[in-house]
């Protein structure tokens, strides 16, 4: 039995962690943070593509906090399902009561680029999982909706101080708990192939919808994926190609046909709709730094980041964690 942990409960979280309740090879805590006392009371409500309308769902342990899931440890795998926004709060930090050195294997089911280094840095002995989902899910208020079939490549962030096999093996464990006759889970031998074509959509899509407020479906009727996120899809593909990665060039159109039928709204749209912090570093900000280094032109990609560095400054506010002079400044006034 594996005991496994999953820290963020919201449209994939949760949804991960139904699969993986099902398995009865694993052992499943889940972090619920505001949606606790609903959760406590009424379960999840789930209307999913895969396992069609659940009236309640309660996972086998609920805590509040990281430090209290310590209390069903230690653990095996512990699931990353945050958003990712190292700007607000390093996960690395948030999930370190709960790995144990050497035995946890830390699972990213994440957006974004370059996103285990951190992991590795500050858990060398352990084991980190790049886990790439397409499953187009949301949470309001522990009603999940679920809209494409849960499709999840698992390879490894690969850490040079562990051996190859063990990472492999870690991966597939995972794997067999979380892979059931109605979602797709499977092994990844090129995940970072897997990861830069997925931000073809991710940097893009994303973005694009959440600055100008429309979900994908609306996006495409009133023009902008002519206008907008093919040019801005190119820049992705040069950039992956400096990175090592060669994209084909049908990913356009595939990640464009992703929500084919469904007025979906991206996960960052999402959060902009809900006033949370954006993932605008890991998703914009780490694929722009990669041009940078290798010198790549990639100017919408720029312009998009750093509109979405003002959105989440102007969230920073709203949320106090930035308090500006009641009266403008002058010129020379800098934020810390
Ligand atoms: N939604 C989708 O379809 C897809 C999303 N992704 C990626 O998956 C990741 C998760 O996305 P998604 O499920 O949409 O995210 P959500 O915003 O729906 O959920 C994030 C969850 O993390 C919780 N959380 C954040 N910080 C903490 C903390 N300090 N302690 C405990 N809980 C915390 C939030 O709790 P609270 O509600 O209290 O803030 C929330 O429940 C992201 O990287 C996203 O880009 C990838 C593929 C598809
Ligand atoms: C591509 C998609 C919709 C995954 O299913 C996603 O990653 C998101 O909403 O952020």
């Not at 979280?13 to 006392?37: F, H, Q």
């Not at 069609?52 to 230690?74: D, L, Q, R």
């Not at 992991?119 to 309001?140: A, C, D, H, Q, R």
């Amino acid at each position: 039995m594996y005991k496994i942990l999953i820290v963020g409960s919201g449209g994939v979280g949760v949804m991960a962690a139904y699969a993986l309740d099902l398995s009865p090879l694993a052992e499943v805590t889940v972090v619920v943070r505001s949606d606790y006392d609903i959760v406590q009371e009424r379960g999840y409500k789930i209307e999913s593509v895969d396992y069609g309308k659940i009236e309640k769902y309660t996972p086998s342990h609920v805590v509040k906090t990281v430090s209290e899931a310590a209390k069903f440890g230690p653990f095996d795998y512990v699931v990353v399902s945050t958003k990712n926004t190292p700007d607000i709060f390093k996960t690395e930090d948030l999930v370190d009561a709960v790995v144990t050195p050497e035995k946890t294997t830390i699972v990213l089911l994440q957006n974004g680029i370059h996103i285990g280094e951190p992991f590795i840095e500050k858990y060398p002995g352990n084991i980190v999982l790049s886990g790439v989902s397409m499953i187009s899910s949301t949470n309001y208020n522990a009603d999940i909706t679920h809209t494409s079939q849960d499709s999840l490549a698992i390879g490894y962030f690969n850490n040079e101080n562990i051996a190859t096999q063990a990472q492999k093996d870690s991966a597939m464990s995972f794997i067999e708990c979380y892979h059931n006759g109605k979602n797709h889970c499977y092994y990844d031998e090129n995940v970072n192939f897997t990861r830069w074509r997925k931000l073809v959509y991710n940097a893009t899509l994303n973005p694009i919808c959440a600055l100008t407020g429309v979900d994908v479906g609306r996006l495409e009727i009133f023009g902008g994926n002519d206008t907008l996120v093919r040019a801005a899809m190119k820049e992705v593909y040069a950039v992956a190609a400096s990175d090592g990665v060669d994209l084909p060039t049908e990913v356009a159109d595939i990640m464009l046909a992703s929500d084919d039928g469904v007025y979906y709204a991206p996960s960052m749209l999402v959060d902009i709709i809900k006033g949370n912090y954006i993932e605008v570093e890991v998703i914009v900000g780490n694929t722009v730094r990669v041009a940078q280094k290798n010198g790549v032109e990639a100017p919408m990609l720029s312009l998009i980041y750093h509109l979405l560095q003002v959105v989440q400054k102007k969230t920073m506010e709203l949320k106090g964690r930035i308090v500006l002079p009641e009266q403008r400044p002058d010129h020379s006034f800098k934020l810390e």
